[in-house]
């Protein structure tokens, strides 16, 4: 099974910042995609950030309430991706879900998700 795991959630002060990280292990061939996602209490999921792989580079994109604030990379020979997070603000405050999915060993895909961690920003 293709497992992740998230670290790096925590309590700020409004402006300040985290940098989240999630570690994909197991059966891995390749990972085609991986993202961060948000759920504030009262609220759906969202997505903020998504990294796919390219032929070359990689292709980025970013939810319009984090453009110019958050940034998502990747290390591919770690498998793992990370989620920069510059001047937060209290409406940031959720529960961020790391995602992934690909291929695993043995002819399988996988699409699985990182047990979730806290950020709060407080004003």
């Known amino acids: 099974q293709v497992q992740l795991v998230e670290s790096g959630g925590g309590l700020v002060q409004a402006g300040g910042s985290l940098r989240l990280s999630c570690a994909a292990s197991?059966?891995?061939?390749?990972?085609?995609?991986m993202g961060w996602y948000r759920q504030a209490p009262g609220k759906q999921r969202e997505l903020v950030a998504s990294i796919t792989s390219g032929v070359v580079v990689d292709s980025r994109a970013y939810a319009d309430t984090v453009k110019g604030r958050f940034t998502i990379s990747r290390d591919n020979a770690k498998n793992t991706v990370y989620l920069q997070m510059n001047s937060l603000e209290p409406e940031d405050t959720a529960v961020y879900y790391c995602n992934a999915y690909g291929l695993a060993m043995v002819r399988s895909s996988f699409n699985v998700w990182g047990q979730g961690t806290q950020v709060t920003v407080s004003s």
């Open positions: 197991g059966t891995i061939f390749s990972i085609n995609a």
